[in-house]
């Protein structure tokens, strides 16, 4: 329209105009790009504090579930040692009253293969011993004394027994049976059993002077040197014995003795006679044994 002068400052505020729009364009994407920014910091943040808090809540957990498992195994230990001991201690029980029924090689080979093989020791000494008038003084006891008075002299004749090697086979009312040599060792038996017996004797004889019972008896003694055939009998209350002419011999010497006195056999006779004075007796009668040669064995 030849506005030239005009149309400049209109050209020129049009390019003012356009760059300002394309400025506030560019400013508006600077600006969504930084919020954008920002916000994509923040989620990336969030997700820190989160996996943190996560990784803290499993670490806890896990501390927890190890402080319990911890917790848990030292308890199974604890009882198991616990239960471990008490097993021991059982065996160890079980063991001391099974050496207290059997001898300790017989115990041994019960426990191996749960069997006793009966085995014929070709030398043994068995003694025998009762009390003179228990029968008829047992009658004025009360169960709990006449127990008790028992116990007084047959706890002691076990000490003794143990003391000289020797093994308790069984008691049967007021009598008492022994025997030595069945561990097959070079020990002498029959010396040792004689010695056991004067043992028994003189407790017996201080008994009498002593208060430890109201009950006093003299004690007969009998002892006798042969071959026995040793087993266990039963399967529940199983019980230890022997067998042979030479407990039957021996039970005829305790009864052929005299209250206060050891009576012996010929056989032991002549295993003992070095070691002890002994006084014979000639040869006497014995219930289907016909005579026998017998000897006090002096104090």
Known sequence: SGKI????DRYKAHIIYRDSIINLERVEKMNSYEIAQKESQQIIFEQKRKNQRIVLWSTIGVLALILLLA???FKQIKFVKKANHVIAEEKDRSDKLLLNILPEETAQELKDSGSVV????PSVTVLFSDFKGFTSYAENLSPEQLVETIDHYFSAFDLIMERHGLEKIKTIGDAYMAVGGLSF??????????LAAQEMNDFVTQTKLDDATTAAFDIRIGINTGSVVAGVVGTKKFAYDIWGDAVNIASRMESNSEPGRINISENTYQLVSKDFDCEYRGELPVKNRGQ????????
């Open 5 to 8: 002068e005009q149309a400049l």
């Open 71 to 73: 917790f848990s195994l």
């Open 118 to 121: 009966a085995k014929k020791y």
């Open 185 to 194: 060792d070079s020990v002498n038996q029959a010396k040792e059993m004689v």
């Open 292 to 299: 026998m040669k017998m000897y006090f064995v002096n104090s």
